[in-house]
């Protein structure tokens, strides 16, 4: 009986790995995808729905012009202040003020391409359109 208990867990592990990997995506890809199009839904943890987000152009500096449609304005207010996406070198993203200020801060996520390192709450999560 214990042998088909273990034979039968075993199986059902084996059945739902194709599942499970086909719906998680790995922070390395997420995050490739998402700057060849360079189109994110963002969403705002606790708050229904997502908008759109998408950086334009860009130079050296990795710094380029964003733009939010409206829905992103009104799920999170301070959002109306950013201007530029802002690329380090270490692979964080933050969303820029016209004077230089950080409105959100991203780090690389999985299953995301970025999830906010500021604010804490809420959590703000972009990902490749």
């Given at each position: ?56 152009g860009g130079d050296k500096a990795q710094r380029a012009e964003l733009q939010l ?61």
């Amino acid at each position: 009986m214990k042998l088909a208990m273990s034979a039968f867990a075993v199986l059902a592990a084996l059945g739902a790995l194709p599942y499970l990997m086909a719906e998680s995506e790995t922070t390395g890809t997420a995050i490739e995808n998402a700057k060849t199009q360079n189109r994110y839904h963002l969403s705002v943890s606790g708050r229904e729905g997502y908008c759109t987000v998408v950086k334009r152009g860009g130079d050296k500096a990795q710094r380029a012009e964003l733009q939010l449609t409206p829905e992103c304005v009104a799920m999170m207010p301070r959002l109306a202040d950013a201007r530029y996406w802002q690329e380090s070198g270490a692979g964080e993203v933050s969303f820029v003020a016209a004077d230089g200020s950080s409105v959100v801060e991203f780090f690389a996520a999985d299953g995301v391409a970025y999830e906010s390192l500021k604010p804490i709450s809420p959590i703000v999560a972009l990902k490749a359109q």
